[in-house]
């Protein structure tokens, strides 16, 4: 089922390699996430090494899995799971398509949810009128409320919660 050599750049994945992969995956039945279970980097996504290489391994599962592709090319969850490595939760695609699906789920800045809807929300509404409200300087009320003076600004001047009034 598995390829037994597989090119990737400039290493080539032999049957030990491919033995340590999958000892490091919690393989689960074909339509659940196969969760990686050994290092990552800081932003979740399964590292591998392969002789002097470090890859990631949602790529590697998807080139063992399909064969090479071109490096222009990046491989999306389906599941947006970062440490998924099940083949048929991934997919090619281009940094755009990463980008519209990013939008589609709300997972962007731009297309996030307003206000203290939004997952990385460190504001509440109330604090947000007490901002505006306060006469006092923007570092002071900065203080006050554990922000950045420039947020506080961001916040008076209707940049940033622009749905509060």
Known sequence: MWAASVVKGVFTLNEQD???FWQKVDRKSDDECWLWTAKATVRGYGQF??????????RLSYEIANGPFSMVLIVLHECDTPLCVNPKHLRLGTVADNNADMVAKGRSRSGAAPGEANWNAKLSADVVVAMRRSGLPSHVVAKQFGVNASTVRKVRRGERWKHIA
């Not at 392969?50 to 949602?58: E, K, M, Q």
């Open 49 to 58: 090494k392969v002789g002097p290489c470090a890859v990631l391994v949602h």
């Open 18 to 20: 491919l033995r340590r």
